[in-house]
């Protein structure tokens, strides 16, 4: 609802009675440093997790944690570990397990599980070139089939740059199931003629039928297949030469029922013989179904798969015209329980062209069945739609309302300017450093901006921040305004730096006036500032205070007090050097933002000595 996450936490922890740090730009492995050097329990209170890696890092250090028992952390867990159990995404559960670790500390014992995982990744990139062909063992039994499922109509130069690529396969003990989807073309008939007495010769199969869509296309193929495995590979597409190699090898390793992978995308009518000239624009993680209620994260159509899926969960959509099969079929897969596994590398050239189904589908039409298949299951996740809908469709008036709570409570005014910074920037973690010092949190300060807490103090230019009082910095007093422009041959304004001040040089003509727009807080009470006359031989001045709505436009001639909200009147100085308080007041709060506005004129006639009129110090008050 606009305000700033870090500002929460910080607006919620003021009567903590422990210390806050708050580390913002650590990475991994310095969070994992700083949980062993201070002997931390770490809790990953996930409410999803595609990868699970930081549970795994956590036992591999043999760092003591809390953990949610969702998606991949469950697969991260290791029982060797000696780490506590994990618990079900709820506030209740995990703070009871919280209060058991810190009462009965865990002794975890680090298992390098990363490492094995590292050197089982870098023996993929280990493989055979397409030169040097991996022959199958006489004992097939430990290189299950694969079943290619291939549906094609009528696009006879892409068919044979995607047979091409299969006949180059480093994986041997495979068979193609081409089903020709009911081709017009005379072209595309003469090249299945041409090929059907080398695919009876290895045993592969083209089926022609007449013209029913992907769906059933790809139905047919999954009958007609003998495989344990299958993959869906399109038409237009080409798998890489060790593409079958990996996704068999990945389905092993991972027992996943579904492999899918990462592609390269190009848009020529040829493959790139160059995979340089690929591009890698969708990278699925396989899940959580929570995310894949409205964003396809299991992965791209060309997949392997376990023939007991279809068993299972049944075939695919044969909903002429329907162009996400993929997504919902997937969906299905995952909601019952499935595991579906992304192989973190491109697998197969992906041709992205103006006449693709996915490009020419109906984009709402292709959502249905997805959600179909989240309503009939009845999964949890489907509730995220409303809250989805929520946070997407929240009026701007119902999230300035939100804010306008911190607008009522003076203390917590100082979180507003966090609501206008970029999230993760080095500003907001300056503002928020700067309000943890304010509230008496140092070493939250210190971490934040990773220093020593010893060291830290409020920076010089930063507003000091109260209860109930702002002294406006720098940066707010540098956007002051000339409302008076005149003739002069010297600048009428100017703001000093190192709390300096705003100057103003009176002028013959009349009364100079400047404007710091919209910065008078909703809700707050009063400005005072700090006037002085700052050189000896200067003539005697008047110094003026006002509030002022950021429309008005005031006349200097006439009755200021009349045009403006609030008006401290003509304070006459003759006195040199000396500083006098100056204050305008509000009756009765305000709830929109106002303009602070400063004026100077000569008292009597200028006598053509230095002018230098200073506000030193202006604060805001909200008592």
């Known amino acids: 609802?606009?305000?700033?996450?870090?500002?929460?936490l910080l607006r919620r922890a003021?009567?903590?009675?422990?210390?806050?740090?708050?580390?913002?730009?650590?990475?991994?492995?310095?969070?994992?440093?700083?949980?062993?050097?201070?002997?931390?329990?770490?809790?990953?209170?996930?409410?999803?997790?595609?990868?699970?890696?930081?549970?795994?890092?956590c036992i591999e250090a043999g760092l003591p944690f809390v953990a949610t028992n969702v998606d991949a952390n469950a697969e991260s867990w290791n029982a060797q570990a000696r780490q506590p159990r994990l618990v079900d995404p709820d506030a209740a559960a995990l703070a009871q397990a919280i209060s058991a670790a810190l009462n009965d500390p865990p002794r975890p014992l680090p298992v390098d599980s990363l490492r094995q995982s590292r050197q089982s990744w870098l023996d993929t990139r280990n493989l055979p070139t397409p030169a040097k062909r991996r022959r199958v063992d006489e004992n097939v039994g430990s290189s299950p089939l694969v079943s290619i499922v291939m549906a094609h109509r009528n696009r006879p130069l892409y068919l044979k740059q995607a047979i091409a690529a299969i006949e180059a396969q480093t994986y041997d003990h495979l068979e193609l199931v081409l089903v020709d989807d009911g081709s017009d073309l005379d072209e595309a008939r003469r090249l299945l003629d041409t090929l059907e007495p080398t695919f009876r010769q290895r045993g592969w199969k083209i089926l022609r039928r007449p013209h029913e869509h992907?769906?059933?296309?790809?139905?047919?193929?999954?009958?007609?297949?003998?495989?344990?495995?299958?993959?869906?590979?399109?038409?237009?597409?080409?798998?890489?030469?060790?593409?079958?190699?990996?996704?068999?090898?990945?389905m092993a390793t991972s027992g996943a029922d579904i492999c899918t992978a990462f592609q390269l995308i190009f848009y020529e009518d040829f493959v790139p013989e160059d995979r340089a000239d690929g591009l890698i624009q969708y990278l699925p993680l396989g899940g959580?179904?929570?995310?894949?209620?409205?964003?396809?994260?299991?992965?791209?159509?060309?997949?392997?798969?376990?023939?007991?899926?279809?068993?299972?969960?049944?075939?695919?959509?044969?909903?002429?015209?329907?162009?996400?099969?993929?997504?919902?079929?997937?969906?299905?897969?995952?909601?019952?329980?499935?595991?579906?596994?992304t192989i973190p590398k491109p697998l197969y050239w992906y041709r992205s062209k103006p006449d693709g189904m996915f490009r020419t589908s109906n984009w709402y039409d292709n959502r249905l069945p997805v959600l179909e298949a989240f309503r009939s299951s009845q999964s949890d996740d489907v509730r995220l739609l409303h809250h989805l809908a929520i946070a997407q469709n929240t009026h701007r008036s119902e999230i300035e309302s939100a804010r306008e709570n911190l607008k009522y409570v003076p203390g917590n005014r100082k979180y507003l300017g966090l609501c206008d910074i970029e999230p993760n920037s080095d500003a907001a973690i300056e503002k928020l450093a700067s309000i943890a010092g304010s509230i008496g949190r140092p070493d939250t300060a210190a971490t934040l901006l990773g220093r020593p807490a010893a060291t830290y103090h409020n920076a010089p230019d930063r507003p000091d921040i109260g209860g109930s009082s702002i002294?406006?910095?720098?940066?707010?007093?540098?956007?002051?305004?000339?409302?008076?422009?005149?003739?002069?041959?010297?600048?009428?304004?100017?703001?000093?730096?190192?709390?300096?001040?705003?100057?103003?040089?009176?002028?013959?003509?009349?009364?100079?006036?400047a404007s710091l727009d919209h910065q008078f807080p909703a809700?707050?009470?009063?400005?005072?500032?700090?006037?002085?006359?700052?050189?000896?031989?200067?003539?005697?001045?008047?110094?003026?205070?006002?509030?002022?709505?950021?429309?008005q436009t005031i006349d200097w001639q006439q009755d200021i007090g009349a045009q403006t909200i609030a008006f401290s009147g003509w304070m006459s100085i003759e006195d040199r050097l000396v500083r006098h308080p100056l204050v305008a007041a509000l009756r009765t709060r305000r709830k929109m933002p106002?303009?602070?506005?400063?004026?100077?004129?000569?008292?009597?006639?200028?006598?053509?000595?230095?002018?230098?009129?200073f506000f030193r110090k202006l604060t805001l008050f909200s008592d």
Do not use: C
Not at 1 to 8: A, F, N, R, V
Not at 474 to 494: F, K
């Open 471 to 513: 002294i406006l910095d720098y940066d707010i007093l540098r956007s002051a305004r000339l409302l008076t422009p005149r003739v002069s041959a010297l600048p009428l304004l100017l703001v000093a730096p190192d709390g300096g001040g705003v100057f103003l040089r009176p002028h013959g003509d009349g009364a100079v006036a």
């Open 214 to 250: 992907l769906g059933a296309a790809r139905n047919a193929g999954i009958r007609a297949s003998q495989g344990e495995l299958i993959l869906f590979v399109d038409d237009d597409n080409a798998l890489f030469a060790e593409a079958v190699d990996h996704f068999v090898r990945a």
């Open 1 to 8: 609802m606009g305000e700033h996450s870090g500002g929460l």
């Open 14 to 57: 003021e009567r903590w009675p422990f210390k806050l740090n708050l580390l913002a730009h650590a990475n991994p492995a310095a969070k994992l440093d700083y949980v062993a050097r201070t002997g931390a329990l770490a809790v990953i209170p996930a409410r999803a997790a595609s990868t699970g890696g930081t549970v795994a890092a």
């Open 288 to 341: 959580p179904d929570v995310l894949g209620l409205i964003h396809n994260v299991y992965g791209d159509a060309n997949a392997m798969m376990r023939r007991s899926v279809f068993s299972q969960i049944g075939l695919l959509i044969e909903k002429p015209g329907y162009a996400m099969h993929d997504w919902e079929f997937f969906a299905r897969a995952s909601l019952a329980g499935l595991k579906i596994r």
């Open 523 to 551: 809700f707050f009470r009063k400005v005072e500032a700090i006037v002085e006359v700052a050189h000896a031989a200067a003539p005697a001045m008047d110094f003026a205070l006002a509030l002022a709505r950021p429309d």
């Open 594 to 613: 106002l303009s602070i506005v400063l004026a100077v004129r000569f008292t009597g006639t200028s006598n053509g000595f230095p002018t230098n009129a």
